[in-house]
């Protein structure tokens, strides 16, 4: 297992910190959780290629966790990512993603699947890890991730 620390920094990015991006690598796994204004470029300076991500966690919506997403699907789209991206969020996930994709002009198309996650506790179950979500109190519906290796 292997965890990147693409963006740590707050509401605000600072010169040395972008906004919130982690990815967990495991086995064929490459998990993003968060997705913050900043990413795509922290994605270059770590030398890592983000059309290796499988999935995308995101803990809620408000902007500095999720202002990449429109960059970093676009990039995707326009490498040619072949597979299904699944993302997984809280309560209004689904209304949220179909509103960004309406908001931003995507001329390739990329196949994605928006889970919204309803209940606390395990939400992904493979033969290597699961993955659990636990809803937390902030402004807005928010989830903690759990990575589980067995």
């Known amino acids: ?3 990147t620390f693409l963006g740590t920094s707050q509401a605000t990015p600072t010169a040395e910190k972008g906004q919130t991006a982690v990815l967990l690598t495991y086995n064929n796994e490459n998990i993003l959780i968060d997705c913050g204004e900043g990413t795509q ?3 270059k300076i770590a030398k890592l290629n983000p059309c290796k991500i499988t999935r995308i966690l995101i803990t809620h919506w408000h902007g500095d966790h999720v202002l990449g997403l429109p960059g970093l699907l676009q990039t995707l789209a326009l490498n040619n990512y072949s597979r299904v991206l ?3 969020g809280p309560e209004g996930t689904k209304y949220f993603f179909n509103l960004l994709l309406r908001t931003f002009i995507f001329k390739e198309k990329l196949k994605a699947k ?3 996650i309803t ?3 395990a939400f992904l179950e493979t033969k290597d890890f699961s993955l659990e979500a636990y809803h937390m109190k902030h402004f807005v519906p928010c989830l903690a991730y759990s990575f ?3």
């Open 119 to 121: 209940k606390n506790g």
């Open 114 to 116: 928006i889970h919204e």
């Open 41 to 43: 470029r922290q994605f």
């Open 86 to 88: 699944h993302i997984y």
């Open 1 to 3: 297992m292997e965890i």
């Open 148 to 150: 589980i290796e067995k």
